[in-house]
């Protein structure tokens, strides 16, 4: 799955640091990140280019002093830590907090945008986010997900919800706080489930109504404030198919950062009837397969793929 990227190891540790030169930085605009252009060797240059998992990589500070002496510094006193990978550190550059509001124009030229545009020369390329499921190494595409869900929090935790005023950011974990109301934030985590009912020897599976994700899913939905997770599992499976179920098991979870979801997965046998009562708003599609029915197109990414593998292999 996506977070697996042993022999690598991630710590989420907050602590002050200070970027070294070996820095890596992640720089995001909206729904894209920035990659580095690989470098390639003469030998490589004169082989045709195989077609494959896209190359994943970041810029170290030298790296950024060398290209963009001017915004080398601008660029180091505007960054966040991250997260450490190994002895990787990793930093997230981050538009200045201190104007009050905005206007238009400011927000139109996002420092980062410049700089992507500099960036965008050959030496790096600004990608759908949608490049770090299959990107290669996994740990450098697991590193920008993460960094994504980090910089779409920082970047809605500019001003105070209570008071409007500008948030600072704490010294001693990841938070913001607003001097003025004392008014807190901590990274939002949204807990969802991902269900596979299963009766007997078949496995529910449905696709979503009106998303860009077109293969067959499991039932999936986020947990409400009030009720325990195993709650979130019975509803979520009446309210999308109109069906029971029993015997819930705990299987597994994974930070998505895709969606900013933590997801937890569950298995489960049907309760009673069988016929399934679409929720036509979420889905477009739910029926029964067998294991011999289930497709596996090698997917390695998502829980959802490992849990239909996991049946579709299981003994029954
Ligand atoms: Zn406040």
Redesign the pocket.
């Known amino acids: 799955m996506i977070q697996d990227i042993a022999p690598h190891v991630f710590h989420n540790e907050y602590t002050k640091k200070k970027p070294s030169e070996d820095s890596l930085f992640l720089f995001f605009n909206g729904q894209k990140i920035l990659i580095k252009t690989p470098e390639v060797s003469e030998d490589a240059q004169n082989q045709p280019e195989e077609p494959g998992n896209p190359e994943i990589a970041y810029f170290t500070l030298s790296q950024i002093r060398s290209l963009l002496p001017s915004a080398a510094e601008y660029i180091e006193c505007n960054s966040v830590f991250l997260f450490t990978i190994d002895t990787q550190d990793f930093f997230l550059f981050m538009q200045p907090q201190e104007r009050q509001m905005p206007s238009h124009e400011e927000i139109a030229g996002f420092i980062m945008d410049k700089y992507s545009q500099s960036f965008d020369n050959g030496l790096a390329t600004l990608h759908p986010l949608s490049v770090l499921r299959t990107g290669v190494p996994r740990h450098l595409a697991f590193a920008g997900i993460t960094g994504h869900q980090l910089y779409l929090w920082y970047q809605s935790r500019r001003f105070?919800g209570?008071?409007?005023?500008p948030l600072r950011h704490s010294d001693k974990e990841r938070m913001m706080y607003?001097e003025?109301?004392?008014?807190m934030e901590y990274p939002v985590l949204c807990p969802a489930v991902i269900v596979a009912v299963t009766h007997g020897d078949k496995l529910l599976l449905t696709k979503y109504e009106g998303r860009d994700y077109k293969r067959y899913a499991l039932i999936a939905g986020f947990a409400e404030i009030g009720e325990s997770i195993e709650e979130t599992v019975r509803r979520e499976v009446m309210e999308e198919v109109g069906l029971r179920v029993k015997n819930i098991r705990y299987y597994k979870s994974q930070p998505w950062s895709f969606s900013g979801t933590l997801l937890f997965g569950f298995f489960c046998d049907l309760d009673g009837d069988d016929t399934i009562t679409l929720d036509t708003e979420e889905l477009s599609v739910a029926d029964w397969f067998t294991r011999d029915e289930i497709m596996d197109d090698g997917e390695n990414v998502s829980l959802t793929r490992e849990m239909m593998r996991v049946f579709k292999t299981s003994r029954p």
Request: net charge positive.
């Open positions: 105070c209570k008071c409007g005023r607003c003025h109301c004392h008014h």
